[in-house]
């Protein structure tokens, strides 16, 4: 029995040291996987500086500047274009409100419109963009007081917009 005792002693020390240097192998692999997975996307990184002409190392500017300068320009393309916008529809909204004093004064019968309680206004917009023109469209729908806009021309460089007001 002691003969068994030491051979179950020496194959349970034998499995704990392959087991042992079998976890070191695999953390040694996992190691190396990840080195090379660190080593592919530093290349990356680096063949992303060089197309966007910008180095991490000495220039002062990084890649994530590079990156963000055409997102900043377009913000404030999209600023100016919403405050333009947005003084277009003041403007309408003054409109409507001049319409609204006039058409209280007694009308002739020639206008049909009016007794409706609905006033027109046409808009004229410049750009050649037609899904500008339709987001615009859109935007001043969705206004309160607005029944209706529809686009009466569209070409060189000009737009026109029937806007109804309820």
């Known amino acids: 029995m002691p003969e068994e005792q030491d051979r179950e002693s020496l194959l349970g020390r034998l499995h704990e040291a392959t087991s042992a240097e079998a976890a ?19 290349s990356r990184l680096s063949g992303l500086e060089s197309a966007a002409g910008v180095s991490a190392l000495g220039t002062g500017s990084s890649l994530a500047e590079a990156l963000r300068e055409p997102l900043r320009r377009m913000l404030d393309e999209y600023t100016i274009a919403r405050a333009q916008a947005d003084a277009i529809i003041e ?3 003054g409109l409507a409100l001049v319409e609204s004093e006039t058409s209280a004064a007694p009308e002739p019968a020639a206008q049909p419109v009016a007794s409706s309680g ?39 460089g000009a737009s026109s917009l029937m806007v109804e007001l309820s």
């Open 24 to 42: 070191l192998r695999q953390l040694r692999r996992r190691y190396e996987q990840l080195q090379l997975e660190y080593d592919s996307l530093a």
């Open 91 to 93: 403007g309408l909204r």
């Open 118 to 156: 609905t006033s027109r206004v046409s808009v004229r917009v410049g750009g050649n963009d037609l899904g500008a023109l339709l987001d615009f469209q859109e935007r001043l729908s969705d206004l309160p007081g607005v029944a209706r806009v529809s686009i009466e021309t569209a070409g060189s």
